[in-house]
C-alpha cells in the first residue's frame, strides 16, 4: 500500500480560501481525495458540509466538476453521470459519489442500495462526522453511543450506531475500505487502488469536526489518530471478501497494544454526558468489533 509514498501528485485541487470550518477533517481528506483521481473526476453531492467547502454559484473553491443534487438521490444522480459517459466512450473519467452520513446512512441507503446491487461502476465515498453537521449537529445513524446532539439534548445517543461498512459488504462489492484524514497516505493509496478497480466501491472516511464534536480546531488530527489507537476506528480494506489492516491499524493488530477508549472520549466535549456504565459499553463493542476483524485478517 505504500507504492504512492514518494510519488504524491503534487497539484492541489482546492484553491485557498474555502467556506470550510477551521480544522475540518473532511477539507483534509478531499484535498488527497482529489489529487488520488486528479482532474479527470466528477462529483456528485448532497446537501452537505461538502457544499458549503465548495461554494455559492457563481464561485468555487474546486476546480473539478461537481453536480449539486438532492439529499436522496446522489447515488442516483452518479449513476446517470456512469452511464453518460459510457454513452460517451468516456472511460478514463473517474465518477465520485461523496456523502456526509446523513446523504448515506439515512436519506441516501435507497440509491446506494441499488446501485450497489448492480454493481455500477463509481466510487461512494462517505465522509463520517457522525451527526447533521450542516444543520446544526442533528442525530444521524452514524452517532455513537454517548454522544450528544442537538436532537438528544436531554439523554445521550442510546445505541451503537450503524456498522456501515457490514452493510455495503453484504452487497458483494469488489473494493471496500476505511481511510482517515489523519493517516492521508493510507487515504491517498487507498484512492488510488479504488480509481483503477471496476464496479462499486465504497470507502468510509472517519471526519473529526470540531464544532460538532467539541474540541480545538487545532485537535484534529491528534482526535483521528486515537479514533485508530483506541480500535473505534480501523484502517482496513476489503477486496473480493478478503479482509486485511493497513497502515497503523495493522501495526496495532500485530502488536495488541490499544489505547483505552476513555483517551478518546475525554477529549470530547459532545461525551460530557457519558456515564461510565455508557464508556464500559462502549468500549466492550468496540473490543468485539476488533476481535472480529482480527479473526477476519487471520482467515
Known sequence: MQENLFRINDKEYILPGSRACQGCGLSIAYRFIL?????????????????????????????????????????????????????????DINVLALCGDGGTY?????????????????????????????????????????????????LTKQGHKKDFVKIMEAHN???????????????????????????????QI??????????????????????VETGLFPLLEIEDGKLRFTGRSKTLAEKGKRTPLVHYV???ARFRKMSMEQLNQLQAWVDRRWNEFLRRAGE
Not at 208 to 227: M, Q, R
Request: with cysteine; net charge positive.
Open 35 to 91: 489529487k488520488a483521481l486528479r482532474e479527470n473526476t466528477i462529483v456528485a453531492i448532497p446537501p452537505s458540509c461538502l457544499c458549503v467547502l465548495h461554494g455559492l454559484y457563481p464561485t468555487t473553491s474546486v476546480i473539478v466538476p461537481a453536480i449539486n443534487n438532492s439529499f436522496a438521490s446522489t447515488a442516483a444522480s452518479a449513476s446517470g453521470i456512469v452511464a453518460a459517459l459510457k454513452a460517451q466512450n468516456r472511460p
Open 266 to 268: 475525554e477529549r470530547q
Open 106 to 154: 439515512d436519506i441516501g441507503i435507497q440509491s446506494l442500495s441499488g446501485a450497489a446491487e448492480r454493481n455500477t461502476d463509481f466510487i461512494f465515498a462517505c465522509y463520517d462526522n457522525e451527526a447533521y453537521m450542516n444543520t446544526g449537529t442533528q442525530r444521524s445513524g452514524a452517532t455513537p453511543a454517548g454522544a450528544v446532539t442537538t436532537t438528544t439534548p436531554v
Open 173 to 203: 462489492l469488489p473494493y471496500i475500505a476505511t481511510v482517515s484524514p489523519a493517516y492521508p497516505i493510507d487515504l491517498y493509496d487507498k484512492f488510488v487502488k479504488a480509481g483503477r478497480i471496476k464496479g462499486t466501491r465504497y470507502i
Open 206 to 227: 472517519d471526519t473529526p469536526c470540531p464544532p460538532g464534536w467539541g474540541y480545538p480546531a487545532k485537535d484534529t488530527i491528534k482526535i483521528g489518530k486515537l479514533a
